[in-house]
Structures are given as structure tokens and as C-alpha cells.
């Protein structure tokens, strides 16, 4: 048996290195994907994990009740014919209903992924070969850049000016302009797509969109406990540099005098998440990166925070960049000179 399933594993690495050797890059990119994409989730994820003591005593509590309970019944039916049930069967039968339950959930969760991937319209190789590139922090910033500096909406639709906020108690939020532009819309119906300017964004019906989440403002890198705060809205994991987008003016292109590629627009955060749909939602860069739940960042693995700038290009600042260097950054026409960081 062993033997067997040597041979198995051995013939299925070879089939795999011949595949990733003779086959197309969208090929060798599936295969490597397929076959080592368990290895750096578990990087990524077990770096943010943290375990909950609690938990952890409570689970190992019920697996101890189930043994001892899975032990009691087969012991007491062997009782009666002289014959001894061992513990250690009694824990290997208790393993044995932890993965049957466990790969039960599995194939449950395959063939629903299965009959979603025969019925959807996109293209199949967008969710296999191309899916991992897409879900990438800089690719969503770099589609997020597109958003809000095509030339529709940067010229033509706010009339050459930053997604701007002006009114004290504006009813969309920068993100709602960037959303209402966006090929991609908030997960849910798409023909209800509707908003109220006359009401608060927090009330009906504007609030009924808002509760939806929107896949563009999120990073999928970073663990979260929920992509919906206590009120059920749907967060933002990106937030607008306060120097440049606010409530208190607008700044046209030609306004931005230490030009538009030494000018941070929106950033990363991984803290103190807003819903998107939520008026004010900007910071100061010059709080730091990865320093607390007001500034901005990224994920544990990024060791910093992606920056969408205001020419559209994507900048990676580590969490080591100087203060004074993400001050003159967030400033519009501070007259610093200074490096984009690397």
C-alpha cells in the first residue's frame, strides 16, 4: 500500500514538471498555482493568525467528549463478549469523524465552486490561470487608479478636479463618485443601482446599496473578521489622502504644483475601516504607515501600505518611510524637495 501511493505521488510530480517544462505559461502557471498555491496561503494567512485560547480549550474539550463517548458505546458492546476495546481506537475514531466531516465540507464547497464555474459567463482561464494576479493588492489599486483617473472621470466629469467634497455635509462620499464611474458595481442586483442625493447616505434608499460590498475598494490580502460594520454597511479598505481630497476644497490638476507623481491620492489602510459609502473618509499620510488605526497600511506581509498617486501610477512605501518624506507626499503644493521612495 505504501508502495502504491509512493508511486502515485512520484508519477504525479513527474507529470507536473513536464507539464510546467513543455507547457504555455498559462499552463505552467496553473499547474504551479495548483499544485504550491496551499503553501503560500498558509504563508500569507498564518502570519496574521492568532489563536484564541478559548476556543482552543473548547474544541479540545468537545474532542475529549467525544472520545470518551465514542469509547463508552463501543467498549460497553464488547463488554459482553470478553473481547477489549483500546483507546487508542477510540481516538483514531474520533480523527476519523473530525476529517470525514471536514472533507465532507470540502466536497460540498467543490461541487458548488463546480456548478458556479459551468453556469458563469466569464471566461474560465479570468478564475484559474489569471485569478491570482487579480486578487493581488496592486492589481486592485492599479484597477482602482483606472477608476478615478480615466479621462472621463478626471476631466470630463469633475471638470478637471480631484473627486471633490467641497459641501460640509456631502451626501456621497469620494468612493460613491469613483463607484458610480467604475465598470464594476457593488455584488448584488444590478438594476436597483440607485441614489438619493436628498437623503443621508445612511438612510433609506441610499443605505440599501451601501450595505453592498464593493470588491474594488477591498484588500484581500489583509485578515478581517468581517467586510460589514456593526450597522451592516460594507468597509472600505482604502482611505484618500486629507491633503488632497476633503471637505474643505477641491484641487484641480494644474493646482497640484509639486506635480501629480509626487502626490499621494489614496492609500491602503488595515485599520478603523470606513464603509464606503461614508462621507469622509480620507487620513493624513503623515501619521506614518502600519503605526495605528488612523493612518494607513497594509498587510503583515507588505511591510507597508500601496499608494495610488495622483498621475495614476502605484507606489509601495515601507512602514519605514520618514515622516517628513510622507509629509511632503501628502501635500499638494508643499514646495518640498524630496525622492518617491523606490
Known amino acids: 500500500m505504501i508502495k502504491y501511493v509512493i508511486g502515485m505521488v512520484v508519477c504525479f510530480v513527474a507529470v507536473s514538471v513536464a507539464v510546467m517544462i513543455w507547457g504555455g505559461h498559462p499552463v505552467r502557471e496553473f499547474v504551479w498555482t495548483l499544485t504550491t498555491g496551499w503553501v503560500t496561503y498558509l504563508a500569507r494567512v498564518t502570519s496574521a493568525m492568532h489563536v484564541d485560547l478559548v476556543s482552543l480549550l473548547f474544541g479540545l474539550a468537545l474532542f475529549a467528549i467525544m472520545v470518551v463517548a465514542i469509547h463508552g458505546i463501543c467498549a460497553g458492546s464488547l463488554r459482553t463478549s470478553g473481547r477489549h476495546w483500546r483507546w487508542t481506537w477510540s481516538i483514531a475514531s474520533a480523527v476519523l469523524v473530525v476529517v470525514l466531516f471536514v472533507s465532507g465540507t470540502s466536497f460540498v464547497g467543490l461541487v458548488s465552486k463546480s456548478r458556479w464555474m459551468l453556469e458563469t459567463e466569464q471566461p474560465l482561464t479570468w478564475q484559474t490561470v489569471e485569478y491570482p494576479r487579480r486578487t493581488s493588492s496592486r492589481y486592485f489599486v492599479e484597477s482602482f487608479a483606472r477608476d478615478v483617473l480615466t479621462e472621463t472621470s478626471w476631466t470630463d466629469t469633475y471638470l478637471n478636479e480631484v473627486p471633490k467634497q467641497g459641501d460640509p455635509n456631502p451626501v456621497l462620499s ?107 473618509n480620507w487620513r493624513d499620510p503623515a501619521e506614518g504607515i502600519n503605526r495605528g488605526p488612523t493612518g494607513f497600511g497594509g498587510a503583515l506581509s507588505q511591510k507597508g501600505a500601496l499608494f495610488l498617486m495622483a498621475d495614476g501610477s502605484v507606489k509601495l512605501l515601507s512602514e519605514e518611510t520618514d515622516g517628513e518624506v510622507l509629509k511632503a507626499l501628502a501635500t499638494p503644493a508643499g514646495g518640498e524637495d524630496i525622492a518617491v521612495p523606490d
Open 174 to 280: 469620494w468612493q460613491t463618485q469613483v463607484a458610480l464611474l467604475s465598470w464594476e458595481r457593488p455584488i448584488g442586483p444590478q438594476d436597483d443601482f440607485e441614489l438619493d442625493e436628498t437623503r443621508p447616505w445612511d438612510e433609506l434608499p441610499n443605505a440599501t446599496m451601501y450595505r453592498r460590498i464593493m470588491p474594488a475598494f477591498l484588500n484581500l490580502e489583509l485578515i478581517v473578521e468581517s467586510f460589514h460594520d456593526e450597522r451592516g454597511f460594507a468597509l472600505s479598505h482604502y482611505s484618500a489622502n486629507s491633503h488632497l481630497i476633503n471637505d474643505k476644497r477641491s484641487w484641480t490638476v494644474e493646482q497640484i504644483e509639486d506635480g501629480t507623481g509626487m502626490t499621494l491620492l489614496v492609500g491602503q489602510v488595515n485599520e478603523g475601516f470606513m464603509p464606503w459609502g461614508q462621507p469622509g
